[in-house]
């Protein structure tokens, strides 16, 4: 009893020995996010009246977010203290709960017209895209492990899928390092071109919006994307993103028996509600709650700047998230496992990119975005 009470006690010195280092990561996010804001506010300012002034009013927060968290990830690697600093990025809390509070600024009506169209999306794009994911992989000899990350992260959400995934197949903490770099190497120059190429291509606000969700494989990235196309695209992206989420208890479980039954016979565990629902993304209530909350608190004579002040706080939220994507990218995974699953994940991401476009314009392209 001795011993365990000695153990325990080393643990607890461990976790409180952690604390500051905590504490200096969170404040590390909050203060590179102040520093998003303050460019933001003056950027624009700064070149009125040069060559340089429709650059500086066009660039939004996720652009100066990212780039900030970049360059705090360099700088704290050469300086050894970014491992050390890394628990208090919390990159999944800033998600969850930027996405939670933008349910607030959705009217129930967008949430429920978009929801038919977004599941038959959603269907139609997580089948064709983990399909063809899951059989290229096995074309180029992929682990099975690895080869169920790639195409649940790809077809789905990214490292939340990847990390349901991981748990449904029991795989290794590298495989899962490896999956999230990659998500995360091909996410950010997708938040960029997207919206670009909907601008190109003439794209209305849901088709957009839809494309985005559907392709961009995580959340925070959706929603920086989706800022830089518009409000009503941001609207309809979440939505699509969302109603992807919902879909990973599903893979998770479907993951979870065939790996059960064909791949690893022994062993089998039966799986029951709770870990349905323990792998459900629960944040996605949160999302609807909010929704469901702002829209009843309009329609019942609400003030308006309460939302404005959610709104406000959202976007706190999604910039931290953004500045901690930054710090925590690393090019270490992608170096590792080799260039085979590049090739699949790529190929995977055109895949995407075109099944996505043309799924969206079939159900969205005569839909309207409520006001």
Known sequence: MAGRRNGETAVDDAVRASWPWVVGGVAMVVFLGALTRFLEANVPGWFEGTGLAKLGESIEFPVYAIALGLIGNVVLTKLN??????????????????????????????????????????????????????????????????????????????????????????????????????????????????PWLASKFGLPDAVAGAWIGGNIDTT???????????EQALQIATIVKTTQNALIGIVAIALTLYFTVKVERTGAKK??????????????????????????????????????????????????????????????????????????????????????????WLLFRNFTVAG
């Open 81 to 194: 203290l970014r491992e050390k600093l890394s628990a208090g990025f919390r990159t999944e809390f800033f998600i969850k709960t930027g996405v939670v509070l933008l349910g607030a600024s959705i009217n129930l009506k967008v949430l429920v017209t978009a929801a038919g169209p977004a599941i038959l999306q959603a269907l139609a794009l997580i089948t064709v895209v983990f399909g063809f994911t899951w059989w290229f992989s096995g074309v180029l000899g992929i682990d099975e492990k690895l080869r169920a990350l790639l195409a649940s992260a790809v077809s789905i959400c990214g490292v939340s899928a990847a990390i349901a995934a991981a748990g449904a197949v029991q795989a290794r903490k590298e495989q899962i390092a490896y999956a999230a770099s990659l998500v995360i190497a091909f996410a950010l120059p997708s938040i960029f071109l997207l």
């Open 271 to 360: 799986v029951g509600v709770a870990e349905v629902w323990d792998r459900f993304p629960k944040f996605v209530l949160g999302f609807i709650a909010a929704s469901v909350v702002g829209t009843l608190y309009l329609q019942f004579g609400g003030d308006k700047a309460t939302i404005g002040t959610v709104n406000d706080l959202r976007t706190w939220f999604l910039i931290f998230a953004f500045v901690a994507i930054g710090l925590e990218f690393s090019l270490r995974g992608l170096r590792e496992a080799g260039w085979r699953p590049v090739i699949v994940f790529g190929s995977a991401t055109v895949v995407n990119l075109v099944a996505g476009l043309g799924l969206a």
């Open 220 to 230: 925070a990235a959706v929603a920086a994307s989706g800022a830089i196309a518009g």
